[in-house]
């Protein structure tokens, strides 16, 4: 086990318990807790000030951001569970101050993709599960039992209700809000609001991007966008051709057309 210098304000000495395991490839960094009976493996770079509760796991080739919180049972960086891996090397990467709950797991990467990524900031509940090659933006919020599929693409500021399947090569838009007990077959627009089963669109999440301090101007852009797209009568293609004419200026109601265009298992509307 290495110890890692930070340049960061001092964060006080790491300590391991007397029951956990660290592999002497495993580098930890300042101010690092190490909890009862757990294990950490070859090649995991564990970020200063970061948390590892009791029983977690962390097989190998995983780097943990700074000041996370790995609750008890969590278990990080394991192998893909995908027949096509053969073993080849890939990674995990979690960011700063994110927090998993007890008895979540977080697969490394096939050779698809090389690795997977969660964000910083973000919260994944009790029993998350993210699978190969997915990819979590920062601030995200996965609730109890959220079950990605491989290659998952999920953007900043998107929050998903607790009992969620969401099918592989899906992709949930930025300040999206998923309700629920949901099984999410197709992409979620961005700034939007989907639920039931199968989910469907129900607005804009406004309280969402009230909150996050979007203007009344991009709200107003987002809103008409929105009906232009999924409540006018006009085909996709010609809406959207129409929201881009009227977006001028707005990069948010632009990332939102662009998601759109961009989708490939078909957008839920």
């Known amino acids: 086990m290495k110890i890692r210098e930070t340049t960061a304000e001092t964060r006080g000495e790491t300590r391991v318990h007397a029951t956990a395991i660290v592999d002497p490839e495993a580098e930890l960094g ?98 998350t599960h993210v699978a190969h090659d997915c990819e ?20 900043d500021w998107v929050i998903v209700g607790g009992l969620t399947p969401i099918h592989q090569f899906v992709r949930i838009g930025a300040h999206a809000f998923v309700g629920g007990g949901c099984r999410v077959p197709q992409d979620i627009p961005p700034y939007c609001r989907a639920a039931g089963n199968p989910p469907r669109l129900f607005g804009l999440n406004t309280v969402g991007l009230e909150r996050r301090g979007l203007s009344d101007e991009v709200r107003r852009a987002l809103k008409q966008a929105y009906r232009i797209l999924f409540q006018g009568t006009e085909n996709l293609s010609a809406a959207l051709d129409r929201a881009e004419r009227e977006a001028v200026g707005i990069p948010e109601v632009k990332h939102l057309i662009q998601f759109v265009r961009s989708s490939e298992r078909g957008v839920t509307t």
Request: aromatic share 4%; hydrophobic share 40%; proline share 3%.
């Open 136 to 155: 979590i933006g920062n601030h995200v919020v996965l609730a109890n039992s959220v079950n990605m599929a491989g290659h998952v693409v999920i953007e």
């Open 30 to 127: 300042e101010g690092v807790t190490v909890g009862p009976w757990a294990l950490i493996g070859p090649r995991v770079r564990v970020g200063a000030g970061t948390e590892v509760g009791p029983r977690v796991l962390i097989e190998k080739d995983t780097i943990v951001g700074e000041d996370c919180r790995l609750a008890n049972g969590a278990v990080l960086g394991t192998d893909p569970q995908d027949l096509k891996y053969k073993g080849e090397h890939s990674t995990l990467e979690v960011g700063d101050r994110t927090v998993v709950r007890e008895f979540a797991t977080l697969n490394r990467g096939t050779a698809a993709s090389g690795r997977t990524v969660v964000g910083s900031d973000c919260l994944l509940m009790a029993y």
